[in-house]
């Protein structure tokens, strides 16, 4: 059974960092893409970041980019999240994904097959 649980969400300032991190289990995690989504209140789902198996290729979404780094460490079967300078538009639940197999940087949520329940970040003025 695939399993990915997010952790680390919390309510924390603007201007201030927060990490979350995602354990996935089921899967042979370094064989996958991994992304984080999210989506607010109101708003549609969006895409934040994604990492490649192997970790040498990261790609974001224009309005996280230069402010969240996307890891992972294949070993202990997570991927991260580092979220600096944090505003209160970042304020959304967020997801992560697996892209099973695939050594991609894709955006497009449809190639992402198995998702966590997502864990709560909220930013405050």
């Known amino acids: 059974q695939v399993q990915l649980v997010e952790s680390g969400g919390g309510l924390v300032q603007a201007g201030n960092s927060l990490s979350i991190s995602c354990a996935v289990s089921?899967?042979?995690?370094?064989?996958?893409?991994m992304a984080w989504f999210r989506q607010g209140p109101g708003k549609e789902r969006e895409f934040v970041a994604v990492i490649t198996p192997g970790g040498d290729r990261t790609s974001y979404g224009d309005s996280v980019k230069g402010r969240f780094t996307i890891s992972r460490v294949n070993a202990k079967n997570t991927v991260y999240l580092q979220m600096n300078s944090l505003k209160v538009e970042d304020t959304a639940v967020y997801y992560c994904a697996t892209n099973p197999y695939r050594d991609s940087t894709t955006t497009n949520p449809a190639f992402y097959i198995y998702w966590g329940r997502g864990t709560q970040v909220t930013v405050s003025s």
């Open positions: 089921g899967r042979p995690f370094s064989r996958d893409s």
